[in-house]
């Protein structure tokens, strides 16, 4: 079983759209990304949490840490939002890198 | 430079020789990450730096592969005797403390596909 779980795996909305894309995960962590990948394959970091929520723009990070589950939020989706959307955590014990990534949130935002 | 460097962007390769993978990170990060991105495994961790020391290679996946950072800057991960299964996008992130620290994000380069024949 991953010890990173997204949801969905894939997502398809219209233009407008508020979107949310979950992430779950098993194990004690320090802190916990939210990272896009466009079809070129760039990595832009969106946010990094540990507790609480997070903005910026249009979009919303938060963390339940008691519930060990997060969720990226967007709203007024664009189809420049289309890529995919990857949750990855730092675990209590690990290093500072040492993150476990989850499988990715594939979003399409159509027109 | 204005964002994480790598090189080669692409690289074909035979089974069974060396390559070597670069990474420039922003000036003045001290942290420097490499991982691998492949179909089938997704994302994966392999070493992080700090400063030009390891505190954690526990993401290499056999002894063929290695990585060293000078003057706290470039980075070249280094594959030996490369098989199939190295096929993969390298990717190399940097920050500038800490991971942890409030708000410190990382930042990506572009990656190397490496392939193997």
């Known amino acids: 079983k991953n010890e990173v779980e997204q949801s969905p795996q894939n997502l398809t909305a219209q233009e407008g759209e508020f979107i949310t894309i979950n992430c779950s995960y098993s194990?004690?962590?320090?802190?916990l990304h939210w990272l896009q990948q466009h079809p070129g394959g760039g990595i832009v970091s969106l946010f990094m949490l540990s507790s609480g929520k997070k903005k910026h723009g249009r979009l919303i990070a938060t963390i339940n840490i008691q519930e060990k589950h997060s969720s990226l939020h967007i709203t007024a989706s664009h189809p420049r939002d289309s890529a995919v959307y990857i949750c990855a955590v730092s675990y209590y014990g690990g290093s500072q890198g040492n993150l476990i990534f989850g499988k990715g949130t594939k979003l399409s935002v159509k027109p | 430079g204005a964002g994480v460097s790598q090189s080669p962007s692409n690289k074909v390769t035979e089974k069974g020789k060396d390559v070597e993978l670069r990474c420039d990170p922003i000036s003045g990060h001290t942290a420097l990450y490499w991982y691998r991105q492949s179909l089938g495994q997704g994302l994966e961790f392999l070493i992080y730096?700090?400063?030009?020391?390891?505190?954690?290679k526990s993401g290499l996946p056999s002894d063929r592969f290695s990585a060293e950072r000078t003057g706290g800057s470039v980075s070249t991960l280094t594959i030996q005797r490369t098989q199939q299964e190295d096929s993969a996008v390298y990717l190399c992130?940097?920050?500038?403390?800490?991971?942890?620290?409030?708000?410190?994000?990382?930042?990506f380069g572009s990656g190397t596909q490496l392939s193997v024949l």
């Open positions: 992130a940097s920050s500038s403390k800490s991971v942890r620290a409030s708000n410190e994000k990382l930042f």
């Open positions: 730096f700090q400063g030009n020391s390891a505190p954690d």
């Open positions: 194990v004690g962590i320090s802190a």
